[in-house]
């Protein structure tokens, strides 16, 4: 199978089908036809869209393909010309964001290593019956109907008495 690089997954599979693709066994209208015959035609007529049908469906898939090709072809890009001094200025730009983005990545990591750093004493720190039961590992789900965070607290009463609540859970 072809890939289409960022062409989205339901345009490629389309393409990829485009032979077993059948049009909408219905009449449709569209701007230019106005007089399409929604009922069958009597024996040695044409279809409304002329020919013995074959052809119509032939050209509605080469014209779905050229729709399909033109959608994923890329977009052109122009090219812009920097000065030297520009491509200077971008470049320590780019310096100076990696290297704010490293110090923040090892202000995280220092975070978090102290935080098991202490975790891991005060471990230590719990007697020995205590700390069996606290190094266990707990993998009990998390409860169904446990009320979801919110950004403003709750408005007492404001839920009816008989009324459930979704979380199924008092305020």
Same mark, same amino acid.
């Given at each position: 199978?072809?890939s289409f690089r960022g062409a989205p997954a339901t345009l490629c ?6 032979? #077993? ?25 044409k279809g409304a869209r002329g020919g013995s049908g074959d052809d ?20 052109? *890009? ?7 001094? #520009? ?5 320590q730009r780019f310096k100076l964001y990696s290297r704010n983005k490293?110090?923040?990545? +090892?202000?995280?990591?220092?975070? *978090?290593?102290?935080? *098991? ?37 709750? *408005?007492?009463?404001? #839920? ?5 609540? +979704? ?5």
């Amino acid at each position: 199978l072809m890939s289409f690089r960022g062409a989205p997954a339901t345009l490629c599979r389309q393409l990829i089908n485009l032979r #077993e693709f059948e049009p909408y066994s219905y009449a449709t209208k569209s701007k230019n036809e106005d007089n399409i015959k929604s009922k069958p035609s009597k024996g040695g007529e044409k279809g409304a869209r002329g020919g013995s049908g074959d052809d119509s469906k032939e050209a509605y898939r080469d014209k779905r393909f050229q729709t399909l090709m033109k959608t994923l072809t890329p977009a052109e *890009i122009p090219d812009v010309q920097r000065t030297p001094e #520009e491509l200077a200025e971008a470049k320590q730009r780019f310096k100076l964001y990696s290297r704010n983005k490293m110090a923040e990545h +090892r202000a995280w990591q220092k975070d *978090i290593s102290r935080k *098991i750093e202490l975790v891991q004493l005060a471990l230590a720190a719990l007697p020995p019956h205590l700390r069996a039961a606290a190094e266990q590992i707990d993998n009990t789900p998390f409860p169904a109907n446990r009320l979801v965070p919110t950004t403003t607290p709750p *408005i007492k009463g404001y #839920e009816a008495e008989g009324k459930s609540t +979704r979380g199924k859970g008092k305020l």
